[in-house]
């Protein structure tokens, strides 16, 4: 019945707009319906549309066993396209049948009118460029976007996207960090491995980590991609400002990583993000036909290959560092944020270290080339970032505690390999462990502490709260032993004279009696 409801009303909405002058495609854009529904349900009359509403339908769908999977993200997020909910299928369902992007586009616009779940409408458009010879160009362009972690906290990432303009294959990298020069050279080789191939010409965006300025069309580049480019031999084109329909193909690429990929996926990891973004490139974005080409991208790439350049591995110019000078108190200032070093770094006589970025880090060094320590970037201004392990020196102290508290147990031998298990396993917290230890020991009997520390130590149980609960249940245990009291049994209670009793002898057998009796059997 709410079907055939549902039905009806979009068919008298479609009327109603049409009646009151709206056009075809702004009633299809309004109800989230396909231009052709619209026209199809203009051209047919009140009876006509009633009868075939009423009259039952015995075809069975393809798709139906997935109705309430579609119908359950559909109320979710009403936006979804035909296209993403295509993709969530295949991913969800291994089985999911072999078919064409129409169907399943049916399929969903069926379930929006069946439960009056209409799209919201997006209203930006690109404009085409002619189509190239294969192998001439690749563009590039990056995007970034709020997820949500599985601990539902808000996570910014940014992507690195890549496509051949002919076949439209694409190459997708993600990171968790704003993008380095270094980052985005490494990107390029991994989407040239991708490929097998080079393209002659790379189309860009005027990217800060691409470029210095640009000098009416004189491109300074930096000198880090200068001196890549140089080596690659890649010939550049750089978009002219508020000009992205030069770019259009890439501009493309990046909406749909957001709107298919993206959309509503939990945020695990970076690993794990990159690992099912390269499943999904394979199942769905190189893997279907292209909306403007027809041509499924896959395809299309073996063609291609026969025009790209030969790519080869390089191998990578070492960066050049530059020194900074340590602070007294030591920490180094790296663009606009304060690093920590190792305390007694200064004191030691370093007064300089190198520098270097490199995938998101901070590596830090003496004059040498020796490492000294290793920092996650800072994207933000005027931070502290201070690693816990470069304090103060506090191992000879714990090696001090150790050597006490396993002095309390009646075998320290076997106290301190347990305490020394308990520092390996939880180094940030061996201090307070060992302070519960310390406590615990001293409200115990000895008994009681030996039991306990054999049981630990026999089950691998490396916590001093355990260590402690297992002694309470020690203490329970011996409350609830019950007390065995002595009674005194009266032989008479009921006789005064009950002491004559005592003098009475029982009557003993004759052993000789018994042997006769054997005897004769």
Not at 74 to 79: E, F, G, H, K, Q
Not at 103 to 124: D, H, L
Not at 274 to 299: I, M, S, Y
């Amino acid at each position: 019945m709410n079907y055939y409801l549902s039905k009806l009303m979009t068919y008298h909405e479609v009327h109603k707009m049409y009646r009151e002058g709206s056009s075809i495609r702004k009633i299809s854009d309004h109800l989230g319906l396909n231009w052709r529904t619209v026209k199809k349900l203009l051209s047919k009359d009140d009876r006509s549309y009633q009868k075939e509403l009423e009259a039952p339908s015995s075809k069975k769908k393809l798709l139906d066993p997935y109705r309430d999977f579609v119908k359950e993200k559909l109320s979710l997020y009403n936006d979804t396209s035909a296209a993403q909910m295509s993709d969530w299928l295949k991913e969800h369902y291994p089985d999911f049948p072999d078919v064409s992007p129409k169907t399943v586009f049916n399929f969903v616009q069926g379930i929006r009118m069946e439960f009056s779940i209409p799209k919201e409408a997006n209203g930006r458009d690109f404009q085409m460029v002619p189509e190239l010879p294969y192998g001439e160009q690749a563009q590039v362009d990056f995007g970034f976007y709020n997820m949500t972690t599985t601990q539902n906290r808000q996570k910014k990432v940014q992507f690195f996207t890549f496509i051949l303009s002919r076949s439209r294959y694409k190459f997708v990298l993600f990171s968790d960090v704003p993008f380095t020069t270094a980052m985005v050279i490494s990107a390029h080789e991994q989407a040239f491995s991708f490929i097998s191939g080079l393209p002659r010409e790379i189309v860009y965006d005027q990217d800060r980590l691409f470029m210095v300025s640009e000098n009416l069309g004189d491109i300074v580049l930096t000198a880090e991609f200068s001196s890549y480019v140089r080596d690659r031999g890649i010939k550049l084109h750089f978009c002219r400002r508020s000009d992205p329909q030069s770019k259009g193909k890439v501009e493309n690429v990046v909406k749909y990583v957001k709107q298919n990929f993206l959309y509503n996926r939990p945020y695990r990891d970076l690993d794990t993000l990159n690992d099912e973004c390269r499943a999904w490139l394979f199942r769905t974005a190189n893997n279907l036909p292209h909306g403007t080409t027809k041509l499924v991208p896959q395809q299309e790439l073996a063609r291609e290959q026969l025009f790209l350049e030969m790519w080869y591995e390089i191998a990578p110019r070492i960066p050049i560092k530059k020194l900074y000078a340590v602070h007294k108190d030591n920490k180094v200032s790296y663009r606009g944020n304060f690093y920590s070093v190792p305390i007694g770094t200064y004191n030691a006589g370093t007064v300089k270290v190198q520098l270097i970025e490199h995938g998101g880090k901070l590596l830090v060094s003496d004059l040498s080339g020796k490492e000294i320590c290793t920092h996650d970037l800072c994207s933000l201004k005027g931070k502290k970032v201070i690693l816990r392990s470069h304090g103060r020196d506090m191992e000879p102290r714990i090696a001090e505690t150790v050597d006490r508290v396993s002095a309390l147990f009646e075998d320290p031998g076997k106290a301190k390999q347990w305490i020394l298990a308990i520092k390996l396993h939880k180094k940030r917290y061996i201090r307070d462990q060992l302070q519960m230890v310390e406590r615990t020991v001293k409200d115990n009997s000895a008994a009681q502490i030996s039991r306990a520390l054999d049981y630990v130590h026999a089950n691998n149980i490396l916590s001093a709260t355990d260590f402690k609960a297992y002694l309470e249940y020690i203490r329970s245990e011996k409350k609830q032993e019950p007390e065995l009291d002595t009674k005194i049994i009266r032989l008479n209670p009921l006789d005064g004279n009950s002491s004559t009793q005592l003098d009475i002898e029982p009557q003993k057998s004759d052993l000789g009696d018994y042997e006769v009796l054997f005897g004769n059997n």
